[in-house]
T-cell receptor
Framework: AQTVTQSQPEMSVQEAETVTLSCTYD???????LFWYKQPPSRQMILVIR??????QNATENRFSVNFQKAAKSFSLKISDSQLGDTAMYFC??????????FGTGTSLTVIP | EPEVTQTPSHQVTQMGQEVILRCVPI?????FYWYRQILGQKVEFLVS????????KSEIFDDQFSVERPDGSNFTLKIRSTKLEDSAMYFC??????????????FGPGTRLTVT
């Protein structure tokens, strides 16, 4: 089985600043995907960004980017120019060759005006 | 934009009763999932479904759980004899590709199940 660990239950950041959410995972698979999902208050989860394990280049989606360190099994999310709408629970997840997702426990991010 | 829908939004049931949670995935998607999230805890995978059969299930998904795609649009989760510890938010998700082909999972808003 895979495990995903998010060691920061809560974080806060000032609006317009940059914040990094950490995630580590453990897998014996060679081919896997990593994801960051965002769950705003009382709303459903949406995909923020994904990274394919065999791609060395870090994924980027506008203000969101990842720092993927395959050897260290680390997959952190950087949010630049934080906005109030970024306030949400963020889940790191991994997917293996079966159709199974493993989620971390989440990091609650608050953007402070 | 297409979205996954779930009904009901909140279900209250007595211990020992059967419940059916319903989901309508995005119409051209082929992979379907159920997850649960106990209050304050992480999202846990229950089951994935592809080509009209279960492709993966977790140890949580025991004999009291079953899934079905009764028609071309609905995807249901049945809990036969609910227990207090089944109280949780249940999320349905769908995708057009498997996760290791980069398939993004689109999540529904969830059904909050309360077992009394």
């Amino acid at each position: 089985a895979q495990t995903v660990t998010q060691s920061q239950p809560e974080m806060s950041v000032q609006e317009a600043e940059t914040v990094t959410l950490s995630c580590t995972y453990d897998t014996s698979e060679n081919n896997y995907y990593l994801f960051w999902y965002k769950q705003p208050p009382s709303r459903q989860m949406i995909l923020v960004i994904r990274q394919e394990a065999y791609k060395q280049q870090n994924a980027t989606e506008n203000r969101f980017s990842v720092n993927f360190q395959k050897a260290a099994k680390s997959f952190s999310l950087k949010i630049s120019d934080s906005q109030l709408g970024d306030t949400a629970m963020y889940f790191c997840a991994s997917a293996n060759t079966g159709n199974q997702f493993y989620f971390g426990t989440g990091t609650s991010l608050t953007v402070i005006p | 934009e297409p979205e996954v829908t779930q009904t009901p939004s909140h279900q209250v049931t007595q211990m020992g009763q059967e419940v059916i949670l319903r989901c309508v995935p995005i119409s051209n998607h082929l992979y379907f999932y159920w997850y649960r999230q106990i209050l304050g805890q992480k999202v846990e995978f229950l089951v994935s479904f592809y080509n009209n059969e279960i492709s993966e299930k977790s140890e949580i998904f025991d004999d009291q759980f079953s899934v079905e795609r009764p028609d071309g649009s609905n995807f249901t989760l049945k809990i036969r004899s609910t227990k207090l510890e089944d109280s949780a938010m249940y999320f349905c998700a769908s995708s057009d590709r498997g996760p290791t082909k980069g398939g993004e999972q689109y999540f529904g808003p969830g059904t909050r199940l309360t077992v009394t």
